[in-house]
């Protein structure tokens, strides 16, 4: 085991027993609230390309319009989906990602599987390592930045990681999520979807 995995578990189950009275009032209040199902789960790809289930708490309702369409996530995102977001807090059932070793703490934030066949050669290197909860683009704009400067960040991380740098990105972290930093990147909306290399979604 290296020292990035031993950290990635003892850290996990650190916050996750300091932060278990949180982890239930949350799960509580969404069921009171919002109903089930509580958690939001969806398929990300990971190291080597290798899909896995990423664990998030719901933060939006399945509310749809005329012709059956989802409407856009300001419409669906409830009231405490949006604390939950502005907190980052629905980022905490990640940790069960990072603990069976899917993720690490840090690292590039996990895309969508959909998004394989469009990058480039140069984005696809963001893959080569585990996807993370945060990472170098997370601290340095998160959702407010382009497409195309979340990959180049990415790739930053990748070439200069190590234990301090990761100690530093944690720390960053938690400062901007106090600060509520860069969560959102207009209004309500998260970022839009990537679609095909070099292409401008930062609209």
């Known amino acids: 085991m290296n020292l990035k995995r031993f950290i990635d578990i003892i850290f996990s189950i650190i916050i996750f027993i300091i932060l278990l009275p949180i982890l239930t009032i949350i799960l509580l209040i969404i069921i009171l609230s919002d109903g089930r199902p509580i958690f939001f789960t969806q398929k990300r790809s990971g190291l080597n390309n290798i899909s896995f289930t990423l664990y998030k708490f719901r933060t939006m309702i399945d509310k749809r319009d005329e012709d059956n369409n989802l409407l856009s996530d300001k419409f669906r995102l409830t009231k405490v989906g949006s604390i939950l977001r502005k907190t980052s807090l629905d980022e905490l059932p990640s940790l069960w990602n990072v603990l069976i070793g899917q993720m690490s703490l840090v690292g590039p934030r996990p895309l969508l599987v959909e998004y394989l066949e469009y990058y480039s050669e140069e984005e696809a290197r963001r893959n080569r390592v585990k996807p993370g909860i945060t990472g170098w683009a997370q601290i340095n704009g998160r959702n407010k930045i382009s497409w195309g400067e979340k990959f180049e960040l990415d790739n930053w ?32 909306e998260t970022m839009p979807l990537f679609k095909e290399p070099n292409e401008d979604n930062s609209q």
């Open 157 to 188: 991380y990748i070439d200069n990681q190590s234990f301090l740098l990761d100690i530093k990105i944690l720390f960053l972290t938690c400062w901007k999520v106090l600060k509520l930093e860069g969560i959102s990147h207009s209004s309500n």
